[in-house]
RNA sequence: GGCGAAUUCGUCUAUCGGCUAGGACAGAUGCCUCUCACGCAUCAAAGAAGGGUUCGAUUCCCUUAUUCGCUACCA
C-alpha cells in the first residue's frame, strides 16, 4: 500500500478498524505505529498523523455509521434481525449448510417477518438486534481485480451480512470499511487474499449507497504461508521456528506470552521491508536488493504474483546480512557494546571500536594478497561474539580432536612455538610492523609456518583475523601469556 | 459440504506462444588462503497430471489432483 500510493502521489491512511469491542487489545494501537514508525513506513493520515478525514478510530465513528445503517434501512436494503446466537445456533445444527439468505430469512425474527409494531416494542424493550444486509440472490457479482482480473461470484451463495450490531453499538468491518472509504475518498484497497470472497459483498454495498461510480478500485494479496508444512503464517510460527513473526517484540497484555521481534533479533528495518516486499513481488529484473524509494518507483501491482509464498527465514538473514555489511563501523559499535556487556565483558571504547574494525575488515570488501575481494559472512550483530570472544578471553583448554587444532600443532610443534615465544620476547616493537620486521625473517630462516600453531594458541580455535593484527591488539604481555598456557597446556 | 483463488528447481521467483526454462537463497565441488569466512568459478535442481487449441505450448481452454482462502453479531 505504501509503494503504491507513494509512487501515484497518493496519501496512505492509517485506520483503526476496531470494530469488535471483544478483541480490543491495549497497547496494539501504539506498538503499530511504533512498527511503522520503525519500519520507515510514513502514513499521510490517521491515528496520530491527522488529516481532514477524521476520526480514524471507527469506535469513534458511531454516530456517521448509525446514519448510514438507516439509510439501508430506509431504502429497503438492509433489515433489523433479533435472533440471538443461541437461536442461530440451533437453526444451524437443525439445517445442514444453514445460511441466513432470501430462502432463510422468512423464518427468522426479523422486521420481514414481523410487524412495524412488533419491531418498535421489541427494540423499545431493549431487545438485542442486528441489522442485516438484504442481499437478492442470483446475481452475478464481477468483482474487478487488479491482481487477479475479473472475478465473479454469484450473490446467492453470500449470506445476509451482519453490518451493524446494537449491542455495542458498532458496525462489522464490511459496512464501516465501504462507510469509511467513500467518506475518505479512499481510491484503491489493497489487502490480503483472504478478502477476496467476501468482496462481492462490498460491490453490492457501493451500489446500495449509490456509491458505485466511486468504488475504489480493489487488488487482493497472496498470503504469506508457513515456511514448513501447510497453511498461512501464524503469529505463533515464528517462535516455534525460530524466527520473529512480529516487528518489534510483543508483551501480550492478556495472555503475558512474549513474540520475539525482528528489531530485538537485530534485524534492520531496511532488510525486512526489503525482503518482505520481494515476497509477492518482484521488479521484473533480476534485482533484489533494494531501497525503499527504488521499491516505490519499481513498484508494480500487475507484477503481484497470485499464489501464496512460503516464509524463508533463512533468506531473510541473507537480507539482513546485505545490509549489515553496508553499514558503517560505527553503526556497529553500540550492539556490540551490548554484546560484550551481556557476557561479562568490560571493554574500553576504543577496543571495541578496533575489534569492529577487524571484524568489518573482514566483512567490508577488502582485497587480499591474490588481488581477491573478500567479506565476512555475519548476518547479525549478535554473530559476533561467538567470532569475537577471543579478543577478550583467553582460551582455557584445548580440544585435541578439534579438527583445526589436530591438523595444525604437531608433536614438534610446541617446541617451534617454544622457539616464537623466545623470539617474540624479544619484540620491542609490538605493532603489526613491527612483528613483521621481526618474524618474518624468523619464519624465512627457520622454514617453520607458524600462523596456524599461533592461531590455536591465541585463538583457541580457528578464525579470526590476521594473526598480526590479533596480537597487536592483545598486547605483548597477553601474547606471551597464551602462548606459554598452550605450550603447556599441548604438551600434556 | 458449498464457493472462490492458486499450482515453474527444496524456497522466493523470471518467462506476457518460439526454452538449450533465467536469477536469488539454501546445497555440492573447486580456486583463493596463516584459520574461519568472504569472493570467484563450476555443478546439481522445476513447468502437478491428463486432454484439447496451435506449425509450435510453461505460457490459451477444459478436466482431474493438490494447496490456500472464505463460508461468525472477527477482521
Same mark, same amino acid.
Given at each position: 500500500n505504501y509503494l503504491f500510493a507513494k509512487q501515484h502521489g497518493g496519501d496512505l491512511i492509517f485506520r483503526?478498524?476496531?470494530?469488535d469491542s471483544n478483541r480490543f487489545v491495549p497497547g496494539a494501537e501504539e506498538y503499530i505505529i511504533e512498527s511503522f514508525k520503525w519500519l520507515g513506513i510514513k502514513f499521510d493520515e490517521g491515528v496520530s498523523f491527522g488529516g481532514n478525514h477524521g476520526p480514524y478510530r471507527q469506535s469513534e465513528r458511531r454516530d456517521i455509521y448509525r446514519k448510514y445503517v438507516q439509510v439501508l434501512l430506509d431504502n429497503g436494503k438492509a433489515y433489523i434481525a433479533f435472533d440471538t446466537p443461541e437461536e442461530l445456533d440451533k437453526k444451524r445444527a437443525e439445517i445442514e449448510n444453514f445460511q441466513y439468505d432470501a430462502k432463510t430469512r422468512g423464518m427468522m425474527r426479523n422486521s420481514l417477518t414481523l410487524s412495524k409494531e412488533e419491531v418498535d416494542a421489541l427494540i423499545a424493550a431493549g431487545e438485542q438486534y442486528v441489522v442485516r444486509f438484504k442481499i437478492e440472490p442470483g446475481r452475478d457479482v464481477l468483482v474487478d481485480d487488479l491482481i487477479r482480473g475479473e472475478v465473479t461470484i454469484n450473490?446467492?451463495?453470500?449470506?445476509? =451480512?451482519?453490518?451493524?450490531?446494537s449491542a455495542d453499538d458498532l458496525p462489522t468491518y464490511h459496512l464501516a470499511n465501504i462507510v469509511d472509504d467513500h467518506l475518505m475518498e479512499v481510491t484503491h484497497v489493497i489487502r490480503g487474499e483472504e478478502w477476496l470472497p467476501s468482496a462481492p459483498l462490498h460491490v453490492l454495498l457501493y451500489e446500495a449507497f449509490g456509491w458505485a461510480d466511486t468504488m475504489p478500485r480493489f487488488a487482493h494479496l497472496p498470503l504469506l504461508l508457513k515456511p514448513v508444512g501447510n497453511g498461512k503464517l501464524s503469529k505463533r510460527d515464528g517462535d516455534k521456528l525460530g524466527f520473529p513473526v512480529f516487528p518489534l517484540e510483543w508483551h501480550d497484555p492478556k495472555s503475558g506470552e512474549i513474540s520475539s521481534g525482528y528489531r530485538e533479533k537485530g534485524y534492520l528495518p531496511q532488510a525486512v521491508v526489503n525482503f518482505l516486499a520481494l515476497l509477492g513481488w518482484n521488479?521484473?529484473?533480476?534485482?533484489?536488493l533494494m531501497s525503499l524509494d527504488e521499491m516505490v518507483k519499481l513498484f508494480?501491482?500487475?507484477?503481484?504474483? =497470485?499464489a501464496g509464498a512460503k516464509f524463508d527465514y533463512v533468506k531473510a538473514a541473507w537480507f539482513n546480512h546485505q545490509y549489515l555489511i553496508q553499514q558503517d563501523d560505527k553503526e556497529w559499535c553500540p550492539a556490540f557494546d551490548k554484546i560484550l556487556k551481556d557476557n561479562g565483558i568490560n571493554a574500553t571504547a576504543e577496543q571495541e571500536a578496533e575489534v569492529v574494525r577487524m571484524m568489518k575488515m573482514k566483512v567490508i570488501e577488502y582485497v587480499d594478497g591474490q588481488g581477491n575481494k573478500k567479506k565476512r559472512n555475519i548476518?547479525?550483530?549478535?554473530?559476533l561474539w561467538p567470532l569475537t570472544k577471543f579478543f577478550f578471553v583467553a582460551p582455557t583448554s584445548f580440544d585435541k580432536e578439534d579438527k583445526f587444532i589436530k591438523k595444525n600443532w604437531k608433536e614438534t610443534t610446541s617446541d617451534e612455538m617454544a622457539q616464537m615465544l623466545t623470539v617474540i620476547e624479544g619484540i620491542e616493537d609490538f605493532t603489526v610492523e613491527g612483528m613483521k620486521a621481526v618474524i618474518d625473517p624468523w619464519t624465512e630462516q627457520t622454514g617453520i609456518k607458524p600462523w596456524n600453531p599461533w592461531r590455536v594458541a591465541l585463538v583457541g580455535e580457528g578464525l579470526g583475523p590476521d594473526m598480526y593484527e590479533l596480537a597487536a591488539f592483545l598486547g605483548k604481555d597477553e601474547v606471551i601469556k597464551r602462548m606459554k598456557f598452550a605450550i603447556d597446556a599441548m604438551s600434556n
Open positions: 483503526i478498524e476496531d470494530t450473490s446467492s451463495i453470500l449470506d445476509d =451480512k451482519v453490518l451493524y450490531k521488479p521484473g529484473n533480476d534485482q533484489e508494480d501491482l500487475s507484477k503481484c504474483s =497470485k548476518s547479525f550483530v549478535s554473530d
